[in-house]
């Protein structure tokens, strides 16, 4: 079992900003694309962003031009760089990983971590 590691959550105002990261350990697989998805309350995970292994990003409709994802593969680390956040990005973000080991591919999950965009 591969353990995704998330990291930058946490309170902020309208207006304001955050930089989630996520991290996967090394191990003897490729790393495809990474993304993020998010589930706000109530409702069902949806796709925010996703950066193939050569840097090719494409984001939801209405993200693009406020967040924006980016990729480190010398530490197999995903980030996303979130501005002028609004309450109705008040959500849960997960990361997710395509990993590879020859023929057998296998998405994983981060655990999530939290952002609320409050006053």
């Known amino acids: 079992q591969v353990q995704l590691v998330e990291s930058g959550g946490g309170l902020v105002q309208p207006g304001g900003s955050l930089r989630l990261s996520c991290a996967v350990p090394?191990?003897?697989?490729?790393?495809?694309?990474m993304g993020w998805y998010h589930q706000r309350p109530g409702k069902q995970r949806e796709f925010v962003a996703a950066i193939s292994k050569d840097g090719r990003a494409n984001y939801a409709d209405g993200i693009q031009g406020r967040f924006t994802i980016s990729r480190d593969n010398t530490k197999n680390t995903v980030y996303l760089v979130m501005n002028a956040l609004k309450p109705d990005d008040t959500a849960v973000y997960y990361c997710?990983?395509?990993?590879?080991?020859?023929?057998?591919?296998?998405?994983?999950w981060g655990q999530g971590t939290q952002v609320t965009v409050s006053p």
């Open positions: 090394r191990g003897k697989y490729s790393v495809n694309t």
């Open positions: 997710n990983a395509n990993l590879q080991w020859g023929k057998k591919v296998v998405d994983y």
